[in-house]
């Protein structure tokens, strides 16, 4: 299996949380992990995008929204 982000291979892994343990694929390279129930998530996602909808705890509308421009330069000194 390839990973999405990277094109780099993926291998097989155990991860264990607050639930039961699951199998799951994580990159060699970026450390993506990937598992069916991740991939469903991930679909549905872009489905209600692809449809203009939100769905309950859409992320991708926080890391979209326009900032304020800053106030600091690159290196936090203030332009005023």
Do not use: H
Not at 20 to 27: E, I, N, S, T
Not at 53 to 63: N, S, V
């Amino acid at each position: 299996m390839q990973c999405q982000r990277c094109n780099v291979v993926m291998f097989r892994e155990r991860f264990y949380g607050p639930g039961d343990p699951f199998w799951g694929w994580r990159c060699v390279l970026c450390g993506n992990i990937s598992d069916p129930i991740i991939l469903e998530n991930r679909n549905q996602g872009a489905n209600l995008a692809a449809k203009g909808k939100k769905g309950k705890g859409d992320t991708w509308a926080i890391f979209s929204r326009k900032r304020k421009p800053s106030r600091t330069n690159q290196r936090g000194v203030s332009l005023r």
